[in-house]
């Protein structure tokens, strides 16, 4: 079964140091991966995309993740984090048996004190 | 470029009354649509994926009968919540593909009394 894992509920963080959200995925096939970010009572907004290519893509606001096949892994990250980071930040894989849904995680709230 | 909105943003209803949520995508057309339902602190719930011209696919456990979803146009979808009750009070959030990306609306609250 295909799925995606975020394995932190809550990520605690200081307003200029890096930040990291984990991803790790399970699928059959190659994935489609993408990053979302939730502020309260808004809808999603797309981050970023790893379809093919560089295994390093770089997002909206400063955001960018990794791409490891070996790991199953697609880590979201930040070279230096801003209070206005802080929200629900969701990971998702594209569903290669039904085209088009996406599985997403669970979420991780990210959390950047001045 | 991208962009899809939902209309209303919020909503307050009577119990058994029906609540349309219209979804549209606003500089791209969009034969797939799907709408979401998320619970506070919670992940996306999908309940049905919107085809233009042509009947929903609807998740296991979503009734059909109950959210009725119609995808007229490549660039409208509306979700139909009918008779809807207390336990349907929930945050509903649309989403439209383009290309290989899904962008999704800003959500309409319903509130059910």
């Known amino acids: 079964a295909q799925s995606v894992a975020q394995p932190e509920d809550q990520v605690n963080v200081a307003e200029g140091n890096p930040l990291t959200v984990k991803c790790t995925y399970s699928?059959?096939?190659?994935?489609?991966l993408f990053w979302y970010v939730q502020y309260p009572n808004r809808g999603l907004q797309f981050l970023l995309k790893y379809i093919t290519g560089d295994n390093l893509v770089k997002g909206s606001y400063g955001f960018e993740a990794e791409f490891n096949k070996s790991q199953t892994s697609f880590h979201l990250k930040k070279p230096s984090a801003l209070v206005s980071d802080s929200a629900l930040y969701f990971c998702a894989v594209r569903d290669t048996n039904q085209g088009g849904k996406l599985i997403f995680g669970q979420g991780t709230e990210l959390s950047v004190k001045p | 470029g991208a962009v899809v909105s939902q209309h209303p943003s919020w909503v307050i209803c009577k119990s058994g009354t029906s609540v349309k949520i219209e979804c549209r995508s606003l500089d791209f057309q969009a034969t797939t649509m799907f709408w979401y339902r998320q619970f506070p602190k919670q992940s996306l719930m999908l309940m049905a994926t919107?085809?233009?011209?042509?009947?929903?696919?609807?998740e296991q456990g979503v009734e059909k009968d109950k959210f009725l979803i119609n995808h007229a146009s490549l660039t409208l979808s509306t979700l139909t919540v009918t008779s809807a009750h207390p336990e349907d009070s929930s945050f509903y959030i649309c989403?439209?593909?383009?290309?290989?990306?899904?962008?999704f609306g800003p959500g309409t609250r319903l509130t059910v009394l």
């Open positions: 989403s439209a593909n383009n290309r290989d990306t899904q962008y």
């Open positions: 699928v059959s096939g190659n994935p489609y």
């Open positions: 919107s085809n233009e011209g042509s009947k929903a696919t609807y």
